[in-house]
């Protein structure tokens, strides 16, 4: 990687066309199961193209959609803008500036991302600085298994064995300051989401 910004996570890269959207041929039946509701406001953290962001943002009320890369919030931007709506805000910055640049919300989302973050510890409190009280936090993370078999189309796929995690070290990393865990969700078929709650204080 040459050109990446300095707090671009490890492990993130967006990945080629094709095996992506074979991956989550439903990203708005993924957003069901981890608790996305119409009417909220909602924080696409790490957003990159706007797979996701797109099913949010025909649910919710509102998105802002956060990512450090320009080109990604481009792309994103541009399919936005192809699945007509309007409701979302596109936001360049760092994850750990959350609160600073969006919110409070009544959920997060993060896919994909979580494996590389450098300090975990502190984008957790980050996000739940950006959250309402009862405000969720839903984490999207590959199974802590084998890369090689995590295929997808005929090959390997997600990040590097040694970057994932099993959703009890996501649970322990996670669950600092108000985050709380509430559950588990399997996403098949390499995938698990753990959602926690902002408490009051």
Avoid at 23 to 29: R, S
Avoid at 91 to 116: C, E, Q, R, S
Wanted: proline residues 7%; neutral net charge.
């Amino acid at each position: 990687m040459t050109d990446h910004p300095p707090s671009f996570f490890q492990g993130t890269e967006m990945p080629t066309a094709g095996w992506w959207e074979a991956l989550w041929p439903d990203p708005g039946g993924v957003l069901a199961a981890v608790g996305l509701r119409s009417g909220m406001n909602v924080i696409d953290l790490c957003s990159g193209d706007g797979w996701f962001t797109l099913q949010i943002a025909k649910v919710a009320r509102h998105v802002s959609a956060i990512d450090i890369d320009l080109t990604l919030l481009e792309v994103a931007k541009y399919r936005l803008m192809e699945g007509g709506v309007s409701n979302c805000k596109f936001i360049l910055g760092d994850a750990y500036d959350i609160a600073k640049l969006a919110g409070p919300a009544d959920f997060v989302f993060m896919a994909n991302a979580f494996h590389g973050v450098p300090d975990r510890n502190r984008l957790a409190k980050a996000v739940g600085a950006a959250l309402k009280t009862d405000g969720q936090f839903a984490i999207v993370n590959w199974h802590k298994r084998p890369r090689e078999e995590t295929p997808i189309l005929g090959e390997p796929r997600g990040p590097k064995t040694e970057l994932r995690m099993a959703p009890e070290e996501t649970i322990k990393t996670v669950e600092v300051g108000d985050l709380k865990f509430i559950k588990v969700v399997e996403i098949p078929p390499y995938h698990y989401s753990v959602v926690f709650r902002r408490s009051g204080t």
